[in-house]
């Protein structure tokens, strides 16, 4: 109905605003890349394949130390970004974007219902000047976690994670590990952290880190 609509409007077929995959693309995003990228103070870059280009270099425009977050289903880029150097300015969060999304928003102490049930004034506060918002949480630290299919590995894969929530362990521990995640049934401690033993099991639900340390080993069942 909306293409026979369309087409009785314009008298004709309609073209979506849109680039299609080997047109040029426009003047003016070549005229904004080097500027925009040059003021970029922190990268989100959610749901993508980063192979398609030029958009998969994009990555790499933002100065260097540029805080980079992935948030993807599955681990991309590993040429562009660096995710296992300690104090590395790149995150990862593997799971769904919109989860990613409303996780990354709740470390930052914003009320995603307000935001949307109110068009942002809660955010920004009522005509009076007083502002609701609550004030933000610390910005979230990043954690590096071994991944092991064995209790006494040598080599663990090395993740850094932002949230490590069981839903991103498990996703990174298939990737890493080359299994599927539906074959993970369970991921303990290898070793004692914050009070529990070694072989205790992660949930299932929420996030992970209060249990967790930077640099524990985890056994993938």
Known sequence: AAVRTLNKRYRGLCKPAITFFGEDLPERFVACVKQDFAKCRLLLVFGTSLMVQPFASLVRLP?????????????????????????????????????????LAQLL????????????????????????????APPPSKMRIGLTRSRTAKRPESVV??????????????????????????????????GRLAGTE???EGDCSPMLKNDVLLWVE
């Open 63 to 103: 100065p260097r130390g540029t805080p980079r977050l992935l948030v993807n289903r599955e681990q991309r880029g590993e040429s562009d970004f660096d995710f296992d150097t300690p104090g590395t300015a790149d995150g990862l969060y593997l799971g769904d974007c919109d989860v990613g999304a409303c996780s």
């Open 109 to 136: 102490g914003w009320d995603i219902d307000s935001v949307g049930n109110s068009g942002g004034d809660s955010m920004a506060g009522t005509a009076s000047g007083e502002s609701h918002a609550q004030p933000a």
């Open 161 to 194: 994670f932002v949230a490590p929530t069981y839903s991103a362990i498990v996703a990174a521990a298939a990737h890493k590990l080359k299994l599927s995640q539906k074959r993970v049934k369970r991921i303990v401690l290898c070793e004692s952290v914050q």
């Open 202 to 204: 992660l949930p299932r």
